[in-house]
Each structure stands twice: as C-alpha cells, then as structure tokens.
C-alpha cells in the first residue's frame, strides 16, 4: 500500500512535517520547472515558500501550508494572510498563486475554495490554483522523490523478497536477517525506542519489525479475506497485551522494563489459544507486529509516549 502525506504526521509530528512537506514541494518543483526556486523561510519572504520565474518579470508563487486536517477559520485567516503580503509585495508582480496542502477537500472546504477563489481572481486579476495532495503526491512521484520522502526502500525490498521466494516457491516460515542496505534508524518505531531510553539490542528489533514487514507483505500480496481479518485480528490482541501492560506502568524515562513485560508475556500466551492463528506466525513476528503498532503510534514505551517522543526529537533536531 502506497503512503500518502498521513505517514508523515505519523513520523515527524505536527511541526516536523511541516518542514518536511515544505522541502518535498521545493525539491518537486525545482524539478519540475528550471526556473523554480525556494525562499527561506523568515519575515522578509514575501508570502514566497517557492517562486516560478524571474523578479524582472512576472512570477508564480508557490504557498505551501501544512493543513492536514481541516481548513477551518484558523486556516482561512492564514491563506488570506499569506495571498494578501504576496499581491501586495513591493518585490515582484504576481503572475500567478497557487496554494499547495497535503490533504483533498471536503464538499464544504470546495465549496469555500471556488468562491474565495473567483472573487479573488476578479478583484486582483491574477490566476489562482489549488495543489492538494493528489497532486502533489503525483509530481513528487513523477520525480522519483517518494521513496526517500516516505521511506519506500524497505517496502520495494520487500517485495523482492517475496518475488524470489515465490520464483523458488518457498514458504516464509523462516526469520530473515535485515538486509544491510536498510536502515530502520529514522523510523518512528526506533525513535520510540530511543525516546524511552531503550538503546541496546536495536538490531534484534529492527530484525523484528523487518520480519514483521515480510509477514505483512505476504498476507497482503495473496489478498485472502480470511487471512487478512486473522491479521488484523492478531494485531487487534497483541495491541490489548501490551495496553494491560502499560496500565501498570508507570515509568515515564525508561521503557526497558515494560518492553521486556510485554515480550515476556506474548512468550508466555505464544502457544495458547489467546495468540492462535491460522497464520504460520513466529513469537519474533508477533513482537515485530509491536513495533510495527509502534511505527503507527499506536503504542509507546513509557507513560505519556507521545508527549516523550516529541520532546526527544525536538532535543535531536
């Protein structure tokens, strides 16, 4: 499944991926157009995150707010802001604005548009566009920049793995070593680690998740009803073993003991009919899936996880 804008909120936070998006517009323009250049961010930018043009003649403005969720009043007042400093920019004549954010419109949000947008375009007497995620995700896909952008390397190995093994009609009952040209370090779910003080034994993580991964890919690439609700099932009870665990917990700093709660007690309910399924699934697979929960933020190591993440990384910018 490919990942939209969403696994960016999801690994960065809020602020985080506002940079992020912001660049991944610069880079995709930059390679769209020869003429097309970003402007750091400061108050001298002139409403510019990235223009199309020369300053000697007219220029398309390229405004990238990171609106994920809705555009509501506070969102409004910052489009109006941003279009407002740009038509009346002393610097340079306005050819053309478009507004680019990382979600699609609602029927309400569209209806708002079309008419912010007319009267705008009739009173100022410039061109205005909407860029939503759609197409932005199909420029930035054009240029090849997702992969690195939504981490995608690991998912193509992947699917090269299960091609080889289906060439040679092998079953994937074995636990397989993290090839050395994937790195988890940026992943949401190492970050958690981290976070929570868990520094050691990383490699016997990532080698969890990966396998995790595989047997995810798997399920998915037969696409059987059956084996995809007995997934999700699993995942649904592996979740609710380590929220019973974490409602015992009450570390805020360090995660290594209820990690290893949690470990120890799907080795102990491996064999029962609690983590049954008809699914050919490991004890190392089914931690993975916790780290995978994890990479979701669905779950965390430490009591207020989410709150302790953001503060790591903004301590590790």
């Known amino acids: 499944m490919a990942r939209d804008f969403d696994y960016l909120l999801k690994k960065h936070g809020r602020e985080g991926s506002r940079q992020v998006f912001e660049n991944s517009c610069a880079k995709a323009f930059s390679k769209e157009f020869e003429d097309a250049y970003p402007i750091e961010c400061n108050p001298g930018d002139e409403g510019i995150d990235v223009f199309v043009g020369d ?143 868990i520094n050691e034994h990383l490699d016997i993580f990532n080698k969890q998740f990966f396998n995790a991964e595989i047997l995810t890919k798997e399920v998915e690439s037969r696409n059987i009803s059956k084996e995809l609700n007995e997934l999700k099932s699993l995942k649904s009870v592996l979740n609710e073993v380590w929220l019973t665990q974490y409602m015992l917990y009450d570390d805020v700093f360090d995660g290594n003991r209820l990690l290893a709660m949690v470990n120890k007690r799907i080795e102990d309910l491996n064999d029962t009919d609690t983590l049954k399924t008809n699914l050919d699934v490991s004890s190392s697979e089914k931690k993975g899936i916790l780290h995978q929960l994890a990479d979701e933020c669905t779950i965390g190591w430490v009591r207020n996880y989410k709150e302790k993440l953001k503060e790591f990384l903004e301590q590790n910018k």
């Open 55 to 197: 300053f000697s003649d007219e220029i398309d403005v390229y405004q990238c707010k990171c609106f994920f969720y809705e555009i509501g009043d506070s969102q409004i007042g910052q489009i109006n802001a941003s279009f407002k400093k740009a038509i009346e920019s002393k610097e340079y004549k306005l050819k053309k604005w478009i507004l680019c954010i990382p979600k699609s419109l609602t029927i309400d949000e569209v209806k708002w548009w079309s008419n912010w947008k007319r009267r705008k375009e009739a009173k100022f007497k410039v061109e205005i566009e909407l860029m939503d995620s759609i197409k932005i995700l199909n420029l930035i896909k054009k240029h090849n920049l997702h992969l690195e952008l939504f981490d995608e390397e690991e998912i193509i190995k992947l699917d090269q793995i299960l091609e080889h093994l289906a060439e040679k009609k092998q079953s994937l009952k074995e636990i397989f070593d993290l090839p050395v040209d994937i790195d988890f370090s940026d992943k949401l779910f190492t970050l958690k680690l981290q976070s929570a003080n």
